[in-house]
């Protein structure tokens, strides 16, 4: 099984303690804040963050199951393909969310939007670049007939 | 130095052998198409896939140089931190792109708009969803003030 090495960056600190209550996505978290805190070591990475309005966060999906490849997800009632669905028990269990970039302290951001668990190690952080990565009228499959109004996880991909 | 170990799923295959002459971003890779090939044994997760028009691609940047902490990105000629750049020699080397999906067959999803090398090792599948992932209006910093048309990277971060 061929495995790479990634580091972790820093830390995400959130409201939500467990899988179960915890916001479906960014855009359903209702504003939710949280912080992330940036090692030390790597503080001069962030110069230039502060222009951004929002910020990609990866992330390792730590509290995950092990990997299913046919999920219920949570805005559906019928089993899909992990890669078809975003949730947590994936393979390699990377997240990934868009959050609101408040403000920058230092090595601290404040945010808003969060949908991970309090405690989530950070990866990776990108800043949002509209022409980079917003496309508002990309078909999206069995999501596009969904009509769940849900906003909060259970505890179903909870390990 | 905190690690996690995470799997390869499938590889990337584009026209691009070297890090320089390859797309800078998949929206300026001019409908350049490419092949995902999932490991078999993770094929049972593609189902339902083929309805996303777009999706995410997470992968290894498996030939940027080691990480710097301040970067001059392809689109600007400042020095900039590397969080706030989409630059690949990042301290966790984790690519994210955007492709067109173009067809499913089996294990091999076709898809368009490739910005990776040739050889890519893929980390993860996510479906593209607006509702998730789209801010038309999000305000982006430095590459706001940015009027450079340049597509194509160099080798200033091959290793």
Known sequence: MKRIRIQIVGVIETPFREPAGCPIQPSRAGGAEGTVRVDPRFADGLKDIEGFERIWL??????????????????????????????PSRPSPVGLSVVRLLGVEGNILHVADVDMIDGTPLLDIKPYVPEFDCYPNSRAGWFDDSSSRRCLADDRFDR
């Open 58 to 87: 990866t992330y390792w999906l730590h509290r995950a199951s092990c990997s299913t490849l046919l999920v219920t997800p949570f805005l559906d009632e019928q089993q899909r393909g992990i890669f078809a669905t975003r949730a």
